[in-house]
Antibody, heavy 113, light 107 residues
Framework: EVQLVESGGGLVQPGGSLRLSCAASGFTFDNSAMSWVRQAPGMGLEWVST????????YYADSVKGRFTISRDSSKNTLYLQMNSLRAEDTAVYYCAKLLNYWGQGTLVTVSS | DIQMTQSPSSLSASVGDRVTITCRAS??????LAWFQQKPGKAPKSLIFAASSLQSGVSSKFSGSGSGTDFTLTISSLQPDDFATYYC?????????FGQGTRLEIK
């Protein structure tokens, strides 16, 4: 059974940092490009970032470029999203996904003072 | 960057109806188009990739078509479980872009 389990969300003050994790199982993580997608409350889906299967290339939405860093640890089958300089507009549910196949249930990040 | 314009933004239909949702790309994207279904409080579910290929395990009542700039998702014989929000996704090159979503409601 495929599972993507996100963790690390929570309440953080503007300007703060948070690291999200996504534990993957049930498929070949090493061969899979992985992504983060977010959804602000009551809004649509927004692609945030993708990392290639090797980890050699990373891509970001303009809205997070320079503040967020995606990474992966194949020895742990885990995807990460380091989020720095957080803003109120980063408040959203963050989904980990093998985009065209599997999605996690999401973790809520709230940026507020 | 590619913009994806999805229409309509909301749609009311009855059980048993057939509905069509459209996604238009701001420039040609070949067939790099996927469709997702999302129910309230749940993660999106992949329905279709490569514009018209059905994901494994997805009902054949869902079908996709199109290439270039214009794409459609058709859902036949609507059942109560099909009432949800649907999104298209462009994924040929970065940045990937989702459509704004279509909320399908029961009439």
């Amino acid at each position: 059974e495929v599972q993507l389990v996100e963790s690390g969300g929570g309440l953080v003050q503007p300007g703060g940092s948070l690291r999200l994790s996504c534990a993957a199982s049930g498929f070949t993580f090493d061969n899979s490009a992985m992504s983060w997608v977010r959804q602000a409350p009551g809004m649509g889906l927004e692609w945030v970032s993708t990392i290639t299967d090797s980890g050699g290339s990373t891509y970001y939405a303009d809205s997070v470029k320079g503040r967020f860093t995606i990474s992966r640890d194949s020895s742990k089958n885990t995807l990460y999203l380091q989020m720095n300089s957080l803003r109120a507009e980063d408040t959203a549910v963050y989904y980990c996904a093998k985009l065209l196949n599997y999605w996690g249930q999401g973790t809520l990040v709230t940026v507020s003072s | 960057d590619i913009q994806m314009t999805q229409s309509p933004s909301s749609l009311s239909a009855s059980v048993g109806d057939r509905v069509t949702i459209t996604c238009r790309a701001s420039q040609g994207i070949s067939n790099y188009l996927a469709w997702f279904q999302q129910k309230p409080g749940k993660a999106p579910k992949s329905l279709i990739f490569a514009a018209s290929s059905l994901q494994s395990g997805v009902s054949s009542k869902f079908s996709g078509s199109g290439s270039g700039t214009d794409f459609t998702l058709t859902i036949s014989s609507l059942q109560p479980d099909d009432f949800a929000t649907y999104y298209c996704l462009y994924y040929k090159s970065y940045p990937f872009t989702f459509g704004q979503g279509t909320r399908l409601e029961i009439k």
